[in-house]
């Protein structure tokens, strides 16, 4: 009898997922089913203001490019239906406790599996605090962009993190343009931090019924329930825009690299899952019935895209990776006011290794022939040019993949960020009337957890995989992965994993763990 209750919820739980097995069912279908669909075909705007090049005509050909994509999300699709049905055996309708969180952590804990040998440590937290929150600033680059500056009355410089419209709004940053775009029925906060980038005062906003903002008073678990879900809202939006980015920016490197043997070795392992990622994310996210639309923003999603304009535009006109992490991560005006030691360090160490890298990979094709450089600079530099009006400056190789990489260790840290989903500081905006898991939050759970699975092994930053048709090439991008790989080893010895810091904040710690322990990994691109 479970078994056929077990069957039957899984039959359910497949509809909110059907769009992601169509996409690998049908992945030969025309325009006019896709647009039945709601997915966007070639020729359409990606956003406001922004296209494929025409000389991209290979949108079925890179879908299905490498077989392995399919079968990686086809896991991902049965884990995501499979964790919905437990969900709806377990949860549905059931209260939002402490006894069913801790339930829910340990089953998404156990199905994530970890690679964590004997280690034990909390993998996904059961709620979130002040503690939490600092340790997120300090350790997950997307929490840590959110940060600004303000000058305070008395004339200081202090940090901040703020939605409320004119708050903190001497030089808005993303945060604050993509939480503009929030429907007026969400609460606004403005907090101050130190130079620890821990949350020294919170003052709440609400829309009164004229349409002013007025403080209110919340006790503190409702102020962190506010702050929590609108960083998640804006972690979003940051995330749907990298898979944007990565699947224009494959597009470019796929189109150039056609019809010559080395360049084409070195494309394949940007390739896998890009497109399938792109349209969960046009689908699932940000269409009319897309999360972040009608959870946040039903009356003002064209000003959201075009804050998704805006930011890729932004990103797509960086020089390159260190330029990338100056000013859109951890601008200086803002990195000043904090202690040198707290400001994400792993992260920075990684995005340091890059510059060397691109070169390097540069240099070497320079030197050989048979990679062309100067034509496929010249073809990457007309590609990004035909995408919209100041969208790229993107001019060769090197360029390419300063941008890819670095984006690629940012939407690693996806990986951790996420598990807060599973947390009641997350999930009461989805449901604010009801204190039950309800239908619309065991989705977005099960959503969510699909995000968590498919890593494959060796598809990190810096990977050397793929590289057999030019050996030489192998062992320059080697010698940045040992590199790399050191960092993260030497980062996991530091960590007392038997302490109680490691065992609270384990799950944050382990972005810049090695490849594959605590399910993370800094992903070479959006390929999960």
């Not at 964790?83 to 069913?100: F, I, P, S, V, Y």
């Not at 130190?194 to 003052?203: F, P, Q, Y």
């Not at 043997?261 to 994310?281: D, G, Q, R, T």
Request: hydrophobic content about 40%; proline content about 3%.
């Amino acid at each position: 009898i479970l078994a056929q209750a077990i069957l039957a919820q899984a039959s359910f739980w497949l509809k909110p997922f059907s769009n992601r097995i169509l996409s690998i069912l049908l992945p030969n279908m025309g325009c006019m089913e896709s647009k039945q669909m709601g997915w966007v075909c070639t020729n359409d705007n990606l956003l406001p203001g922004v296209q494929l090049s025409p000389d991209f005509v290979f949108y079925e050909k890179l879908r299905v490019a490498v077989s392995v994509s399919m079968q990686s999300e086809l896991e991902g699709v049965k884990a995501d239906v499979e964790l919905a049905a437990w969900m709806g055996l377990h949860l549905l309708n059931k209260k939002r406790d402490q006894e069913n969180y801790a339930m829910l952590t340990k089953e998404v804990s156990n199905r994530l599996g970890h690679g964590v040998g004997e280690s034990d440590f909390e993998t996904i937290p059961r709620t979130i605090t002040k503690d939490t929150l600092a340790h997120l600033l300090r350790g997950n680059p997307f929490m840590a962009s959110a940060i600004n500056s303000e000058t305070m009355a008395d004339g200081t410089q202090r940090l901040c993190l703020s939605s409320h419209p004119t708050k903190c709004n001497e030089c808005p940053n993303f945060f604050q343009k993509f939480t503009s775009c929030m429907d007026k029925k969400w609460d606004r906060f403005h907090a101050v931090l130190c130079n620890e980038l821990e949350i020294e005062s919170v003052t709440i906003f609400r829309a009164s019924p004229s349409g002013e903002w007025e403080t209110v008073e919340l006790d503190g678990r409702e102020q962190i329930n506010v702050i929590t879900s609108t960083l998640m809202f804006y972690f979003q939006c940051v995330h749907a825009n990298l898979h944007i980015l990565h699947f224009i920016m494959v597009a470019g490197l796929y189109t150039v690299t056609r019809d010559n043997s080395k360049l084409e070795a070195f494309a394949a392992p940007y390739l896998p899952n890009i497109i399938l990622k792109y349209e969960e994310v046009r689908t699932l996210l940000i269409s009319k019935s897309g999360a972040l639309v009608k959870g946040f923003c039903e009356a003002n999603r064209p000003r959201l895209l075009g804050v998704f304009t805006e930011l890729l535009s932004f990103w797509g006109n960086c020089g390159g990776s260190k330029q990338f992490v100056d000013t859109f991560l951890f601008p200086a005006k803002s990195r000043r006011l904090a202690r040198n030691d707290v400001w994400v360090p792993q992260f920075q160490m990684q995005a340091d290794l890059i510059p060397d890298f691109a070169a390097d990979v540069a240099t070497h094709m320079s030197a050989d022939a048979d990679y062309a450089l100067p034509k496929c600079n010249a073809a990457l530099s007309k590609f990004f040019k035909e995408c919209g009006s100041d969208v790229f400056a993107i001019q060769g190789i090197d360029q390419w993949l300063e941008i890819i990489s670095v984006t690629g260790l940012l939407h690693g840290c996806t990986l951790s960020l996420t598990r807060v989903t599973f947390t009641e500081a997350n999930l009461w905006q989805m449901s604010p009337e009801s204190d039950e898991f309800t239908l619309n939050i065991i989705e977005q759970m099960g959503t969510a957890f699909g995000t968590l699975v498919g890593l494959d092994e060796d598809r990190q930053v810096f990977t050397d995989e793929g590289l057999e048709a030019d050996v030489e090439l192998k062992k320059v991008v080697h010698k940045h992965l040992e590199k790399s790989e050191q960092l993260k080893q030497s980062y996991a010895k530091l960590q007392d994993q038997n302490g109680k810091e490691f065992k609270t904040w384990g799950w944050i710690l382990t972005d810049y763990f090695p490849d594959l322990f605590d399910a993370k990994q800094l992903t070479i691109t959006t390929y999960v």
